[in-house]
């Protein structure tokens, strides 16, 4: 069973709008990692947040994570064409060497 | 130039043949990993290594095998018992730090069974 849900599994927009994604994650963790991943690519990392840190920045991402709720939401800001791929967030429960990838928001940004 | 890499990027197999996946990293990772991803879905575990000569199961290794005879390499075989085995493979690696523990992933092999 996937650790970690997305939501929504499909977003379109408009360039220059915000974008949401959110996880949901089952068990306790010790990260949360998103990654993007374009049709037919590999993953490229985007973002790890700890499970003591409540709000990450890296340009225009932003990620917060919420533990109570087993939650995190990661927002895209003034978005471009160019942020059209799919996004994923994974868990790792223990800092060990496992990820647990939730199924993904297709993210299409329209010009 | 570091990174990982996969190769072929597409693969056509016949239905009871066995084929094998390379996956090269010139990281220094210690840690590999092979994930498999259906259409539309997110990646599913195949198997990982922690260090050489030494491999774990994932979630779905059956019809699956793996070696880890040098660092560098981590080659994935698909042999005839996996009974659905048309997917998109990607394989990963990780070094091991106490401030990142970022997966860096390979461009993906495309399988196709004819």
């Known amino acids: 069973s996937q650790q970690g849900e997305e939501d929504p599994q499909a977003l379109s927009i408009q360039e220059g709008e915000n974008a949401t994604m959110n996880c949901s994650y089952k068990?306790?963790?010790?990260?949360l990692q998103w990654y993007r991943q374009n049709s037919g690519r590999g993953l490229v990392h985007l973002i790890l947040i700890r499970s003591n840190e409540r709000e990450k920045h890296s340009g225009r991402l932003r990620v917060t994570l919420d533990t109570s709720k087993k939650s995190s939401s990661l927002l895209i800001t003034a978005s471009r064409a160019a942020d059209t791929a799919s996004y994923f967030c994974?868990?790792?429960?223990?800092?060990?060497?496992?990820?647990?990838f939730g199924g993904g928001t297709r993210l299409m940004v329209k010009p | 130039d570091g990174g990982i890499t996969q190769s072929p990027k597409y693969l056509f197999r016949k239905e009871g043949q066995n084929v094998t996946l390379s996956c090269e990293q010139n990281l220094n990772h210690d840690a590999m990993y092979w994930y498999r991803q259906d259409p539309g879905q997110g990646l599913r575990l195949i198997y990982y290594?922690?260090?050489?000569?030494?491999?774990q199961k994932g979630d779905i290794a059956e019809g699956y095998s793996v070696s880890r005879e040098k660092k560098e390499s981590f080659p994935l075989t698909v042999t005839s018992a996996q009974k659905n085995p048309t997917a998109f493979y990607l394989c990963?690696?990780?070094?091991?730090?106490?401030?990142?523990?970022?997966?860096?992933f390979g461009p993906g092999t495309r399988l196709t069974v004819l």
């Open positions: 068990t306790s963790i010790n990260n």
């Open positions: 994974a868990t790792d429960v223990n800092a060990g060497n496992m990820l647990t």
């Open positions: 290594s922690q260090i050489v000569n030494d491999f």
């Open positions: 990963a690696s990780r070094g091991f730090s106490r401030q990142n523990n970022e997966q860096f």
